[in-house]
């Protein structure tokens, strides 16, 4: 049997291959390919003609993209609404045999479900954010805010009420937001899977140094990773500890970055580096050059970038939103849009060099709950429950 998978993600084609960022690279898919024959990807596909840096290949063997109408914004979708709408239910007939899985929360999903639910078609939902915390007052600025924020999450609401098998990326966080009130099947996975070679093989020690390097990475096509809560906290930072340098690097570029580099100009920020797009390959190479990890976002569902860190034994704080609690003990964390609590954090943690040590060693030991083979076995019975419902 064929999958069918619906994200809101968006990809570039060159020459006939389709690339994402990190998180389709080609390798993602083989999760779904021990299951399935082949995997066909429904997504906003945008025909790219000029240079660019693909360093993300998502298409290949058995892996497939239907190409929707490319469109950022709910402008650019309303007048390609009839389009897109119109080629979700050819889609849907041409591939009635096949699986369907919908990434949620997204408009993408919602069109594909709506379609399915007409057909009285089975499908299964991977709930992956949160869109409350996504169309927070903090997070996303449109004067249609109110709207998408009741509308997004009615939607996913009713996305979950009418799925065969729901797989959720947090172990209870939305689940007990948006849970399932039927007797559908329901598990969680996150979105990575550490190999057993992947993680460290002991915790972290402090030692002492001329500057200590913290790390973040998150995309900025929006302001949802809070890189403008980063700078200020730098900023508070240098104030306050000068006698305790730390160079700040941020990995991931979007539409937000320029702004941010001249902000970080502004602010005459010598020690704060936005690095841009880099492989998975070099994010890991940066965390184990690094000290300290920092993930400030004011929304989440489950960062696989943090667990990844926990891998490495490196001591990460990171705010109260989404599944970030999940991860995390309560003395890693701190609220969201607070840059002087995360000056002080910084500070707490880079000057106790013991406890430095022993939060390492409990996200070391935390990270092995997402070793590959723990996750693969409850990703492949969510499968397996959606392949049956055929």
């Known amino acids: 049997m064929n999958l069918v998978f619906v994200t809101e993600a968006r990809f570039l084609n060159k020459n006939g291959n389709v690339y994402g960022d990190a998180a389709f690279e080609y390798a993602i898919w083989q999760r779904y390919l021990k299951v399935f024959d082949e995997i066909f990807i429904v997504a906003r596909v945008d025909q790219q003609d000029d240079d660019f840096n693909k360093k993300y290949k998502s298409s290949g063997d058995k892996v497939h993209f239907i190409d929707m109408p490319y469109y950022i914004g709910p402008l650019q979708?309303?007048?390609?609404?009839?389009?897109?709408?119109n080629q979700v239910k050819r889609l849907v007939k041409t591939h009635w045999n096949a699986a369907f899985i919908c990434r949620v929360p997204g408009n993408m999903g919602d069109i594909v479900i709506k379609e399915l639910k007409r057909k009285s078609k089975a499908y299964g939902i991977e709930v992956v954010g949160d869109p409350d915390e996504v169309f927070s007052d903090e997070s996303f600025k449109h004067p249609l805010k109110k709207f998408f924020h009741k509308n997004t999450i009615r939607n996913l609401k009713r996305n979950i009420s009418g799925a065969a098998a729901v797989l959720y990326v947090t172990k209870y966080t939305l689940q007990r937001k948006y849970p399932v009130f039927s007797d559908s099947f329901t598990t969680y996975a996150s979105n990575v899977m550490l190999s057993s070679d992947f993680s460290a093989k002991e915790p972290k020690t402090l030692t002492k140094a001329k500057v200590y390097k913290v790390l973040s990475a998150g995309s900025l096509e929006q302001m949802y990773k809070a890189p403008d809560i980063a700078l200020e906290a730098v900023k508070i930072y240098n104030s306050k500890f000068p006698e305790q340098p730390i160079e700040f690097n941020w990995l991931g570029d979007g539409i937000y970055m320029e702004n941010l580099?001249?902000?970080c100009a502004d602010m005459k920020l010598n020690n704060f580096h936005f690095k841009g797009q880099v492989s998975s390959k070099q994010v890991v190479d940066e965390m184990k050059k690094c000290d300290l990890f920092v993930l400030v976002s004011r929304t989440e569902g489950l960062p696989r970038v943090i667990i990844e860190a926990m891998a490495q034994g490196l001591p990460v704080i990171g705010t109260k939103v989404g599944g970030i609690p999940e991860l995390l003990n309560e003395d890693s964390l701190i609220e969201k849009n607070n840059a002087?609590?995360?000056?002080?954090?910084?500070?707490e943690i880079l000057s106790r060099p013991d406890y430095y040590t022993k939060l390492s060693a409990r996200n070391l030991k935390?990270?092995?709950?997402y070793d590959a083979s723990l996750l693969s076995s409850r990703r492949e019975e969510f499968y397996q429950t959606l392949?049956?419902?055929d």
């Open 340 to 347: 002087e609590a995360l000056a002080l954090k910084i500070n």
């Open 261 to 263: 580099q001249k902000q």
């Open 387 to 389: 392949k049956a419902q």
């Open 366 to 369: 935390e990270a092995c709950e």
């Open 77 to 85: 979708y309303l007048l390609k609404y009839f389009q897109i709408h």
